[in-house]
Nanobody, 125 residues
Framework: QIQLVESGGGSVQAGGSLRLSCAAS??????????MGWFRQAPGKDREGVAA???????YYADSVKGRFTISKDNAKNILYLQANSLKADDTAMYYC?????????????????WGQGTQVTVSS
């Protein structure tokens, strides 16, 4: 079983940037064979998909973050990243990384069996 640990969250002002990281433990091959995703959940709202990256590094983004967020990974270090720029108050949420075996990536939380505990992002306007 893959264990995922997020870091990098914090409080920033609108227009600022953060880089979130997600480290996988126990399985060195995880990021080279798994679809990895970032999701977020704001208070009172459903969890939503933000970005996903396939084993071949093809990426997918939610419309709300296109052009502002970038998902990437370092297979050698087994770390997933989410570079979040031009942050808005609406981006305030708990951010989670998730993993699923295979190359079929979707931004649907029901398709991901492995989850981290989350890291909080708070954007003040």
């Amino acid at each position: 079983q893959i264990q995922l640990v997020e870091s990098g969250g914090g409080s920033v002002q609108a227009g600022g940037s953060l880089r979130l990281s997600c480290a996988a433990s126990r399985y060195a091959y995880a990021y080279s064979t798994y679809c990895m995703g970032w999701f977020r959940q704001a208070p009172g709202k459903d969890r939503e998909g933000v970005a996903a990256i396939r084993p071949d590094s093809i990426t997918y983004y939610a419309d709300s973050v296109k052009g502002r967020f970038t998902i990437s990974k370092d297979n050698a270090k087994n770390i997933l990243y989410l570079q979040a720029n031009s942050l808005k108050a609406d981006d305030t949420a708990m951010y989670y990384c998730a993993a699923r075996a295979g190359s079929f990536c979707v931004l649907s939380e029901n398709d991901y069996p492995y989850w981290g505990q989350g890291t909080q992002v708070t954007v003040s306007s």
